[in-house]
């Protein structure tokens, strides 16, 4: 819900990359956000205003003395009420008129006129980018409090390779979202680790033992916290799923590696902990140093001794201070199984769900039980839309 009724300037330059913001005004207006498009004249001749309006379905603005939409002067009116703005693509043109403090078209003005967080997102020939003027005009920008979402390296329109291509869409948008929650968000100035998919226990060089998590439930848990302001670390094992933009991602494909990670995050500070992985129960005893090779006898069978992982949840019990959420993900007697662990492991809240439905899966339903007796059923959806809803719980947790 992070951009619903969210009033979102977005400024578009004169560059090539102007096409590609067609999209993220598209993106912004299907997530319920009102965008209000600001163009330069140079902008005009790379994309046609109608061709915004049409997607936003709200004025498109390209001259300081439009009226906005309550008859108001538009450069005044929109600037004041935007919850942020975004320029993209912003030109080295457009960043130095910004860095000198000019209102000389309807953006800049925008721009002076308005209190909201301001996000650019370059967009330029790789010189123009590498010149010591723009990369001062940068640091400028960013003194006064200008997040500046870096060009990515790639071909440019022109045949040259280098840094100066506009940001990917989807990064853009986990920006937006991120600078929003930041602002609005019930996680603000929270820092949340959340731990996600499952383990790797190696057996030898190629070969683990592992299970069928695909990292979905812990990954739009981090999307779900990031959208509500929260600073995520994100504890990824092994996962099938691409992790969100917009968090810290730290790898550990096994249980111990995740113990170690998990251990010096906490000791960087944490206010709420999320333990959404499907940590193996067990691991090889020893760890082959070469690929095990098949035999020649048919019948003859291969024997792995194993050994208990670290319980990662059991070793977190002299660690206070903050929230801690745990997961049970259980076959049979699930609630008699989660009400125990969510005890013996001094848990805050456990999530349980029905592991022969739930790993891997798209969507899923779970039952919050707290330690204070209370619990929450959740039906089967989405566990994008299930995320939101358990973060937003989660949060209240932070307020008792």
Known sequence: MTLVDRRIVLGVTGGIAAYKVVQLARNLSLAGALVDVVMTEE??????????????????????WQLSEQTDIGHVTIG???????????????????????????LTTTVLASRAPILLAPAMNVNMWANPATQANIATLQSRGFQIIPPTAGRMAEPMVGVGRLAEIDQIEAEIRLALGRRFGALAGKRLIITAGGTHEAIDPVRFIGNRSSGV?????????????????????????????????????????????????????????????????????SVADNKIKKTEQAEQALSLQLTQTTDILASLKEHTGFVKIGFAAETHDLEQ??????????????VANDARTALGASDNAVTVFHRNGQRWDFNRQAKTELAQQLVALFSGFLRT
């Open 80 to 106: 004041d009420r935007a919850d942020l703005i975004i320029i993209a693509p912003a030109t080295a043109n457009t960043i130095a008129r910004l860095a000198m403090g000019m209102s000389d078209d309807m």
């Open 217 to 285: 439930m812990g990954f739009a848990l981090a999307a779900a916290a990031r959208d509500a302001g929260a600073d995520v670390r994100l504890i990824i094992g092994a996962a099938s799923a691409t992790p969100p933009l917009g968090t810290q991602h730290i790898y550990a494909e096994s249980a111990a590696a995740m113990h170690d990670a998990l251990h010096h995050e906490i000791s960087q500070g944490c206010d709420l902990l999320i333990m959404a992985a499907a940590v193996a129960d067990y691991r090889p005893v």
């Open 337 to 350: 199984y989660a009400q125990a662990k969510l005890t013996r492991k001094g848990l805050d809240a456990i």
């Open 43 to 64: 902008a005009t001749k790379f994309v046609t205003p109608l061709t915004f309006g049409a997607l936003t379905h709200r004025p498109v603005y390209t001259d300081m």
